[in-house]
């Protein structure tokens, strides 16, 4: 399956409904063990659900004689490409290598991608206008706050190639999921089915949570034994009443 290939809106769907612990503990079943993104936080917690494919921004550490303030006669950069290029529903996925001394975007080009219609940003580095950001119904994953521009301490350099955030490899076209848990990276020829397996667990270990909740011991509910599953199936073919658990 290539890399570009559109998310389907049931892969969309079924990576929606689940949770970032959940999405990991699929990828752990196949045995991948590096794709938590830890340590970034979404800078309004009440816009924090991600899921879109990754369009990568890789910076590097600035240089004094190269990297000026920006004016309107400059060339384009690959910020400006990602800026304008990035696809609807994709996710920029911004790599520093840590650099949170400047902010990798601010409140103007976050409110473009937004209104470009992206999924979200996701950053190891820093955000400017962060207290503005923090107010828009847009995901943006960061790892810091910084007030200075980002040429003074980064230099944007491409776009569509591998980044490392936080020590977890993105490639283009992987999928990002997000929650306030942090975020997971799962390689797009997975998607369908870690979605997929991903809603069927989040469902059953919903089932399972109302039960515990009504009293029943962890014995035989968590995981599972084949007394549980049954009653889950009869939850679900009844439409899964929230409070006719069996």
Same mark, same amino acid.
């Given at each position: !399956? *290539?890399?570009?290939?559109?998310?389907?809106?049931?892969?969309? @769907?079924?990576?929606?409904?689940?949770?970032?612990?959940?999405?990991? !503990?699929? !990828?752990?079943?196949?045995?991948?063990?590096?794709?938590?993104?830890?340590?970034?936080?979404?800078?309004?917690?009440?816009?924090?659900?991600?899921?879109?494919?990754?369009?990568?921004? @890789?910076?590097?550490? *600035?240089?004094?004689? =190269?990297?000026?303030?920006?004016?309107?006669?400059?060339?384009?950069?690959?910020?400006?490409?990602?800026?304008?290029?990035?696809?609807?529903?994709?996710?920029?996925?911004?790599?520093?290598?840590?650099?949170?001394?400047?902010?990798?975007?601010?409140?103007?080009?976050?409110? @473009?991608?937004?209104?470009?219609?992206?999924?979200?940003?996701?950053?190891?580095?820093?955000?400017?206008?962060?207290?503005? =950001?923090?107010?828009?119904?847009?995901?943006?994953?960061?790892?810091?706050?910084?007030?200075?521009? *980002? !040429?003074?301490?980064?230099?944007?350099?491409?776009?569509?190639?591998?980044?490392?955030?936080?020590?977890?490899?993105?490639?283009?076209?992987?999928?990002?999921?997000?929650?306030?848990?942090?975020?997971?990276?799962?390689?797009?020829?997975?998607?369908?089915?870690?979605?997929?397996?991903?809603?069927?667990?989040?469902?059953?270990?919903?089932?399972?949570?109302? @039960?515990?909740?009504?009293?029943?011991?962890?014995?035989?509910?968590?995981?599972?034994?084949?007394?549980?599953?049954?009653?889950?199936?009869?939850?679900?073919?009844?439409?899964?009443?929230?409070?006719?658990?069996?």
């Amino acid at each position: !399956m *290539s890399n570009s290939e559109p998310l389907s809106a049931e892969t969309i @769907r079924n990576f929606m409904y689940a949770s970032t612990a959940t999405i990991s !503990m699929q !990828m752990l079943k196949r045995g991948f063990r590096n794709v938590a993104v830890n340590g970034v936080k979404p800078l309004n917690p009440a816009a924090a659900r991600i899921v879109g494919p990754a369009y990568t921004l @890789r910076y590097i550490p *600035s240089r004094e004689d =190269i990297d000026k303030a920006p004016s309107p006669s400059d060339p384009p950069n690959a910020q400006r490409t990602a800026i304008e290029e990035s696809p609807a529903g994709s996710v920029l996925v911004i790599g520093t290598e840590g650099n949170t001394r400047s902010g990798t975007l601010g409140d103007i080009l976050a409110l @473009r991608l937004k209104v470009r219609g992206l999924a979200g940003v996701l950053s190891d580095g820093a955000m400017r206008d962060s207290p503005v =950001i923090g107010k828009f119904d847009f995901p943006v994953y960061c790892a810091a706050a910084a007030a200075p521009p *980002s !040429m003074a301490n980064l230099r944007p350099v491409e776009v569509q190639v591998p980044v490392g955030i936080r020590g977890v490899p993105v490639y283009p076209g992987d999928v990002i999921v997000a929650d306030e848990d942090g975020a997971i990276v799962v390689p797009r020829h997975l998607a369908d089915e870690v979605a997929r397996d991903s809603f069927e667990q989040e469902r059953l270990e919903k089932f399972v949570a109302i @039960r515990v909740g009504q009293g029943h011991p962890i014995t035989g509910t968590y995981p599972p034994n084949d007394e549980t599953k049954k009653l889950y199936q009869a939850w679900i073919a009844a439409g899964e009443p929230a409070g006719g658990v069996p």
